[in-house]
Protein backbone atom coordinates (compact mmCIF):
# COMPACT_ATOMS: atom_id res chain seq x y z
CA UNK A 1 0.00 0.00 0.00
CA UNK A 2 1.59 3.34 -0.99
CA UNK A 3 0.22 6.57 1.47
CA UNK A 4 -0.25 9.57 -0.84
CA UNK A 5 0.05 13.38 1.06
CA UNK A 6 -1.11 15.92 -0.96
CA UNK A 7 -0.18 19.92 0.15
CA UNK A 8 -0.77 22.87 -1.62
CA UNK A 9 -4.50 23.95 -1.97
CA UNK A 10 -5.88 27.33 -0.59
CA UNK A 11 -7.78 29.60 -1.86
CA UNK A 12 -6.48 32.50 -5.07
CA UNK A 13 -7.81 34.63 -7.00
CA UNK A 14 -8.84 34.09 -10.46
CA UNK A 15 -5.90 34.64 -12.52
CA UNK A 16 -3.66 33.93 -9.98
CA UNK A 17 -1.34 30.96 -9.59
CA UNK A 18 -1.09 27.02 -6.88
CA UNK A 19 1.32 24.61 -6.54
CA UNK A 20 0.15 21.21 -5.40
CA UNK A 21 2.40 18.99 -3.79
CA UNK A 22 2.02 15.07 -3.50
CA UNK A 23 4.81 12.63 -1.30
CA UNK A 24 4.52 9.38 -1.65
CA UNK A 25 5.78 6.86 0.68
CA UNK A 26 7.57 4.47 -1.89
CA UNK A 27 8.60 4.78 -6.18
CA UNK A 28 5.64 4.43 -8.13
CA UNK A 29 5.83 4.28 -12.69
CA UNK A 30 2.65 6.68 -12.91
CA UNK A 31 1.44 9.47 -10.50
CA UNK A 32 -1.17 11.63 -11.54
CA UNK A 33 -3.55 14.51 -10.33
CA UNK A 34 -7.33 14.01 -10.26
CA UNK A 35 -10.11 16.63 -9.55
CA UNK A 36 -13.63 16.62 -7.90
CA UNK A 37 -15.38 19.97 -8.07
CA UNK A 38 -18.89 19.91 -5.74
CA UNK A 39 -21.85 17.81 -7.74
CA UNK A 40 -19.40 16.26 -10.44
CA UNK A 41 -17.45 13.47 -10.90
CA UNK A 42 -13.59 13.05 -9.94
CA UNK A 43 -11.52 14.02 -13.80
CA UNK A 44 -8.58 13.60 -14.98
CA UNK A 45 -6.29 16.49 -14.48
CA UNK A 46 -2.16 15.74 -15.64
CA UNK A 47 -0.27 12.22 -15.04
CA UNK A 48 3.54 11.60 -15.32
CA UNK A 49 5.48 8.60 -15.66
CA UNK A 50 9.28 7.70 -14.09
CA UNK A 51 10.64 8.76 -17.42
CA UNK A 52 9.21 11.76 -17.91
CA UNK A 53 8.42 10.57 -21.39
CA UNK A 54 4.12 10.60 -20.85
CA UNK A 55 3.10 13.75 -19.64
CA UNK A 56 -1.06 13.49 -20.29
CA UNK A 57 -2.99 16.72 -19.94
CA UNK A 58 -6.82 17.01 -19.73
CA UNK A 59 -7.97 19.89 -22.65
CA UNK A 60 -9.26 21.80 -19.31
CA UNK A 61 -6.09 22.62 -18.23
CA UNK A 62 -3.44 22.82 -21.20
CA UNK A 63 -0.87 25.52 -21.37
CA UNK A 64 -2.11 25.94 -17.99
CA UNK A 65 -0.98 23.72 -15.41
CA UNK A 66 2.51 21.56 -15.45
CA UNK A 67 3.11 18.16 -13.91
CA UNK A 68 6.38 17.68 -12.71
CA UNK A 69 8.16 14.91 -10.78
CA UNK A 70 11.60 14.43 -7.95
CA UNK A 71 12.00 11.21 -8.38
CA UNK A 72 14.49 11.03 -5.48
CA UNK A 73 12.12 12.61 -3.16
CA UNK A 74 8.88 10.06 -4.50
CA UNK A 75 7.38 13.19 -5.19
CA UNK A 76 5.05 14.63 -8.12
CA UNK A 77 4.05 18.76 -8.61
CA UNK A 78 1.18 20.26 -10.13
CA UNK A 79 2.03 23.92 -11.08
CA UNK A 80 -1.38 25.50 -11.83
CA UNK A 81 -1.22 28.97 -13.61
CA UNK A 82 -3.67 31.59 -14.88
CA UNK A 83 -6.09 29.75 -12.80
CA UNK A 84 -10.12 29.96 -13.04
CA UNK A 85 -13.46 29.55 -10.82
CA UNK A 86 -14.18 25.69 -13.04
CA UNK A 87 -10.81 24.93 -11.41
CA UNK A 88 -11.78 24.94 -8.43
CA UNK A 89 -12.30 21.48 -6.78
CA UNK A 90 -10.64 19.18 -4.40
CA UNK A 91 -7.64 17.57 -6.01
CA UNK A 92 -6.54 14.52 -5.59
CA UNK A 93 -2.70 12.69 -5.84
CA UNK A 94 -2.88 9.24 -7.21
CA UNK A 95 -0.24 6.58 -7.72
CA UNK A 96 0.13 2.98 -10.29
CA UNK A 97 1.81 1.62 -12.80
CA UNK A 98 1.80 3.85 -15.60
CA UNK A 99 0.55 7.07 -16.68
CA UNK A 100 -2.51 7.29 -17.70
CA UNK A 101 -5.87 9.21 -17.85
CA UNK A 102 -7.72 6.38 -16.63
CA UNK A 103 -8.64 6.74 -12.77
CA UNK A 104 -9.29 2.96 -12.73
CA UNK A 105 -5.67 2.42 -13.31
CA UNK A 106 -4.47 4.20 -10.21
CA UNK A 107 -4.30 1.56 -6.92
CA UNK A 108 -3.57 4.63 -4.54
CA UNK A 109 -5.28 7.70 -3.81
CA UNK A 110 -4.27 10.37 -1.34
CA UNK A 111 -6.58 12.22 0.95
CA UNK A 112 -7.19 15.48 -1.40
CA UNK A 113 -6.55 19.09 -0.67
CA UNK A 114 -9.24 22.02 -1.54
CA UNK A 115 -8.31 24.33 -4.15
CA UNK A 116 -10.69 27.12 -4.54
CA UNK A 117 -10.34 30.28 -7.24
CA UNK A 118 -12.36 33.00 -6.56
CA UNK A 119 -13.84 35.51 -8.74
Known amino acids: QVQLVESGGGLVQAGGSLRLSCVAS?????LAWFRQAPGKEREFVAA????????PYADSVKGRFTISRDNAKNTVYLQMNSLKREDTAVYYC???????????????WGQGTQVTVSS
Open 94 to 108: AAGQDATMLSGQYTN
Open 26 to 30: RWNNG
Open 48 to 55: INWAHSKT
